[in-house]
């Protein structure tokens, strides 16, 4: 990292304005709108915010989009760790088929990934009947939103621990079972130390997904205020009904979550990068 | 599977691959294959003829115009200052360098919905940047060009991301020794740095474009929703399902997602290809 220092790319001027640039597109594409979020919700002062966000409604989405990220992560995280199990440490025919296949959901729009589980499980649609004659509600219900929040974050995990199992190898997991541990031991005192970093951004990447989608959410929800929307769609409805302080309230608590995110997925590089020097280290 | 697994399968003393890979191919199946597969029986059903007079409705055509070309758009703008900030971030050092990498990943992170009212209040009239822009004659909220700036805003990460590995890999003394062989810094960008990331930069410009083509949550706060003008193709569905066309909607939808599914072969050839020509 010393190619910085013999400045090889030229004059001071070509520098300055590269970075002039690169820092006046970050400024007004990614730093204005994430201030801006913030600015607006505190508009009126703490007071207008804090109802903002007590407002029955408020909390009900809240809950709503805690509950379903508490159903889909879980899974997607499983599928993940099967995922990356069976494709980083076997060898086998179509492999790189089923990797694009597991890429797919995020090739969908939001809407279209909406619109498949409405054309399904809708009331006129493939399966609907057969759910409508046993009055399971499905979509426009909880049911079709979780459904599609995980097809929405199906890839993540997954995609996240692919790369990160290919890299590690599998000479650890053999030799742990050479010297006579059982599978499902050496997957917990093995491969999940190993691999406990790539998991847990995934998980965060995952869940701020599930909690942020809104395309095929909106699609499946039917928008029943209190009952049917999450934290997005309830702030579209407070936008919608032009109360902008309440709406910039709630994506306030969003947009604290993508910082998470981004502080995670920093942490995450710090501590892969750290890891050499641990496992050569006292025990 | 099960009869022929053994066959496709290299041995291994590694124990869970039916169990894994079980349960790998019955989720992906149930949960993407086949709800995706139903969609174009559906579309199928409709007949060619009602398929394309959907497909070349004044309003539909108005629509995938307005998707592709705003998508275009913010895709090039990405590709030309995404390089700029992946070029910066790798090759310069300066203070606040490591916030502004990790600010880049922002839009992955940040909800779509939370992004779309935050941009449409900068830019519309009374807000703090549309207040400069409108007397000027810029229209930014309620008109295409506020679709394309969603859009950047949404497809911004991947060029960046795919460029950085890349410029890394460059070593400085090359362009060192091109100019000093009497090269000018033009021809040391076109003809040393250019052929070197071309391969991910259209990479990175392809996926951005893809992401921008399916983009709905940011959108629809910022555009206005004019049919013809404004209209982007995932919000014709969104549209058609409220209307229960349930037709309409899975053919617009199927030619998207058929769409989409050329623009991902494209980039898996298209990286395929950068990682061969690494090597030679």
């Known amino acids: ?283 | 599977m099960a009869p022929t697994r053994r066959r496709l399968v290299r041995k291994s003393i590694l124990p869970g691959f039916g169990l894994t890979m079980g349960y790998v191919l019955s989720y992906l199946g149930l949960l993407v294959l086949l709800p995706l597969s139903f969609l174009f029986l559906r579309a199928g059903a409709m007949g060619w003829g009602d398929f394309w007079s959907v497909i070349a409705s004044p309003r539909a055509v108005a629509a995938f115009k307005l998707s592709f070309g705003a998508s275009g758009c913010a895709a090039l703008l990405n590709a030309v200052f995404g390089l700029v900030v992946a070029w910066v971030l790798v090759r310069y050092r300066f203070p606040g360098r490591a916030l502004l990498d990790a600010l880049v990943d922002l839009p992955f992170a940040l909800p779509t919905a939370v992004a779309g009212i935050s941009l449409t209040t900068l830019y519309a009239a009374n807000g703090p940047l549309g207040r400069f822009l409108v007397p000027l004659g810029i229209k930014v909220a309620y008109a295409p060009l506020g679709v394309i700036v969603a859009l950047t805003f949404v497809g911004l990460p991947f060029v960046v991301r795919t460029l950085q590995p890349v410029i890394r890999e460059i070593d400085p003394e090359v362009e060192e020794v091109a100019a000093s062989l009497g090269a000018r810094r033009r021809q040391v960008f076109l003809r040393v740095i250019m052929p070197a990331i071309f391969p991910a930069l259209l990479a990175g410009f392809a996926m951005a474009f893809a992401r921008a083509l399916g983009e709905y949550g940011s959108v629809v706060f910022i555009s206005g929703n004019m049919p013809m003008r404004t209209e982007i193709a995932p919000l014709l569905i969104m549209t058609k399902l409220e209307a229960y066309d349930y037709a309409g909607a899975s053919a617009i939808a199927a030619a998207m997602l058929a769409l989409s599914f050329v623009l991902l072969l494209g980039i898996n050839v298209l990286q395929w290809w950068s990682r061969r020509n690494e090597y030679v």
């Open chain 1, 1 to 283: 990292m010393n190619t910085c220092s013999r400045k090889s790319t030229g004059a001071p001027v070509v520098r300055w304005f590269l970075i002039g640039a690169a820092l006046s597109f970050i400024l007004l594409f990614l730093v204005a709108p994430l201030a801006a979020v913030f600015a607006y919700a505190f508009q009126k002062g703490v007071q207008a915010y804090w109802n903002a966000i007590a407002d029955p409604d408020a909390w009900a989405a809240i809950r709503l989009t805690l509950l379903t990220a508490a159903i889909v992560v879980p899974i997607n995280a499983l599928f993940g760790i099967a995922a990356a199990w069976s494709i980083a440490k076997f060898e086998f025919r179509g492999k790189n088929i089923l990797i694009t296949l597991i890429d797919l959901p995020f090739t969908v729009s939001p809407v279209i990934a909406g619109a498949i589980f409405v054309f399904l499980l809708g009331a006129n649609g493939l399966l609907g009947t057969w759910l409508e004659a046993r009055q399971w509600n499905v979509i426009f219900a909880v049911p079709g939103i979780v459904i599609a929040t995980l097809f929405v974050t199906f890839p993540l995990v997954a995609r996240e621990l692919i790369p990160l199992m290919q890299s590690l190898g599998n000479d650890d997991e053999e030799a742990a079972l050479s010297l006579g541990a059982s599978g499902w031991r050496t997957f917990f005192r093995i491969t999940l130390p190993n691999i406990r970093w790539g998991l847990l951004y995934g998980i965060v990447l995952c869940t701020a997904r599930a909690m942020g989608e809104f395309g095929a959410v909106s699609v499946v929800s039917g928008h029943i205020r209190g009952v049917t929307t999450t934290m997005p769609l309830h702030i579209e409805i407070l936008y919608n009904e032009y109360n902008f302080v309440a709406a910039f309230a709630v994506a306030s608590l969003l947009a604290l979550l993508s910082l998470v995110t981004l502080a995670g997925k920093k942490a995450v590089e710090w501590a892969s990068a750290r890891r050499p020097v641990e496992e050569f280290g006292p025990e």
